[in-house]
T-cell receptor, first 111, second 114 residues
Framework: GNSVTQMEGPVTLSEEAFLTINCTYTATGYPSLFWYVQYPGEGLQLLLKATKADDKGSNKGFEATYRKETTSFHLEKGSVQVSDSAVYFCALFRSARQLTFGSGTQLTVLP | DAGVTQSPTHLIKTRGQQVTLRCSPISGHKSVSWYQQVLGQGPQFIFQYYEKEERGRGNFPDRFSARQFPNYSSELNVNALLLGDSALYLC?????????????FGEGSRLTVL
């Protein structure tokens, strides 16, 4: 079946540090890949997506590249801000009309 | 524009009781999905509804049921509550049945079962 494995947290960084959150997946065929973010007290929001191999999704300074050869979709940001503190979820969409999520990574950015 | 709205935001029930959670999708969105998020885990798919019909079901027992109304709002019902049903229940909407994984989530209904 489909599954997503995420880097375990929590992750604590200082402002302006470089961020990487690892995500690997298992799926048949060619899934679409997503990063969703959950800010404190808010619902999940789509951060970025990629629908085919070698696509790069980007938004708000975050990037992730769909790597089929390594079945990965790692999230990166060159310089994090305090406002980036949130829980980040990697997810895939293949079929059966559902998103399959990873377990989430809590990010805290300190000033 | 209003996003996905869910009610109630918090509720406490005891084992064996029944609960109904409500969701209003974004205006114009015809598909509603329900997810369960247990503390410390990612959301798990429960149902998808489109045009009042169930179009997808996750690996949840028959105690879980849902329906969608003509105005595209939806209710999730859980019967015979267990302690393990304590979770954040998320509703998400999308424009059509053939969604590509781009869902718009509400803030959720946090259910505590004692």
């Amino acid at each position: 079946g489909n599954s997503v494995t995420q880097m375990e947290g929590p992750v604590t960084l200082s402002e302006e540090a470089f961020l990487t959150i690892n995500c690997t997946y298992t799926a048949t065929g060619y899934p679409s890949l997503f990063w969703y973010v959950q800010y404190p007290g808010e619902g999940l929001q789509l951060l970025l997506k990629a629908t085919k191999a070698d696509d790069k999704g980007s938004n708000k300074g975050f990037e992730a590249t769909y790597r089929k050869e390594t079945t990965s979709f790692h999230l990166e940001k060159g310089s994090v801000q305090v406002s980036d503190s949130a829980v980040y979820f990697c997810a895939l969409f293949r079929s059966a009309r559902q998103l399959t999520f990873g377990s989430g990574t809590q990010l805290t950015v300190l000033p | 524009d209003a996003g996905v709205t869910q009610s109630p935001t918090h509720l406490i029930k005891t084992r064996g009781q029944q609960v109904t959670l409500r969701c209003s999708p974004i205006s114009g969105h015809k598909s509603v999905s329900w997810y369960q998020q247990v503390l410390g885990q990612g959301p798990q798919f429960i149902f998808q509804y489109y045009e009042k019909e169930e179009r997808g079901r996750g690996n949840f027992p028959d105690r879980f049921s849902a329906r969608q109304f003509p105005n595209y709002s939806s209710e999730l019902n859980v019967n015979a509550l267990l302690l393990g049903d304590s979770a954040l229940y998320l509703c998400a909407s999308s424009l059509s049945l053939g969604n590509t994984g781009e869902l718009f989530f509400g803030e959720g209904s946090r259910l505590t079962v004692l």
